[in-house]
């Protein structure tokens, strides 16, 4: 298979592997890098994660997630932050330096985007400090708007620019993510902002592929059976600058029920096809 040096696999893409079976499966079809999330890890126990993929070779290049930083209550809000300080010391163990945060949707009977956003703020006050003094940087991921209201007000690039850059860019990104971004004709312009900014703290990938599934949140499609340009936006993403990791994180139940080695396998395929560039 050609050069897959900047492929990630998300461990959600093919979630239906145990870590081990994942770890295993990348080394034999060269894949050295991984995005990894919170509850499997932590099932698999956060210390025994960090060993495994060391000792499999493997880089962790993102953690998934922090972030749900909107509530109102008191108590809920207090719940919030001491969970995105636990995912910032995980963070660390496995050895990555970014934290995806999905920041939030609105509170129960809320209907003020511009305050539910000022939360988030306040909450990245305290929490990028923290990161910052266990190398860990925030990266905040706009989700497409029909997630508005109940998993993240920050549906643009823009809007998460203009909360990342309240504070210094080695403590607060954002998440470049395809899928959520591909319909804003904004949205090279601002990755041009954030590359400037060296705010793009990782670059990931999933299709629009239509006619939506039923529960639209395991609606992304393998890359190229939808309709997003991937070389393209790859294009807009290295001419700001940005040359690490390219993370493929896919949501879809018919790639869960198939064998998670194959999946695996065509998703490093695809990448190779849609995403390098042509010779």
């Not at 809320?110 to 305050?115: C, F, H, S, T, V």
């Not at 708007?145 to 109940?150: G, K, V």
């Not at 990755?191 to 529960?215: K, M, S, V």
Request: proline fraction near 5%; aromatic fraction near 6%.
């Amino acid at each position: 298979m050609t050069d897959l040096a900047r492929f990630s696999i998300n461990q959600m893409t093919v979630r239906q592997l145990s870590l081990p079976e994942l770890a295993d499966a990348c080394g034999r079809l060269g894949v050295t890098q991984v995005g990894l999330w919170r509850e499997p890890v932590q099932e698999y126990g956060v210390e025994a994660a960090a060993k495994l993929v060391r000792e499999a070779g493997l880089t962790v290049t993102t953690l998934c997630r922090g972030g749900f930083l909107t509530a109102t209550d008191p108590a809920e809000r207090s719940r919030a932050l001491d969970d995105n300080r636990r995912a910032i010391e995980e963070a660390a163990t496995l050895g990555t330096d970014t934290l995806v945060l999905v920041c939030g949707g609105l509170p129960p009977g809320g209907k003020d985007l511009r305050a539910a956003r000022e939360r988030i703020a306040d909450a990245l006050a305290d929490l990028a400090p923290r990161a910052e003094d266990h190398g860990v940087r925030l990266a905040i991921e706009p989700l497409h708007p029909m997630y508005a209201a109940d998993r993240c007000v920050v549906s643009t690039l823009a809007q998460a620019l203009d909360l990342a850059e309240r504070f210094p860019a080695h403590q607060v990104g954002v998440t470049v993510d395809t899928y959520h971004i591909w319909w804003d004709d904004r949205a090279p312009a601002q990755i041009a902002r954030a590359g400037a900014g060296g705010r793009i703290h990782t670059f990931q990938l999933a299709d629009w592929i239509t006619p939506l599934p039923e529960g639209v949140l395991n609606g992304r499609g393998q890359i190229g059976d939808g309709a997003i340009d991937m070389r393209e936006w790859t294009g807009h993403v290295e001419a700001a600058g940005y040359t690490g990791p390219i993370e493929v994180e896919l949501f879809n139940e018919r790639l869960w029920a198939r064998d998670g080695r194959e999946v695996l396998a065509e998703t490093a395929e695809r990448f190779v096809e849609h995403v390098q560039k042509k010779s």
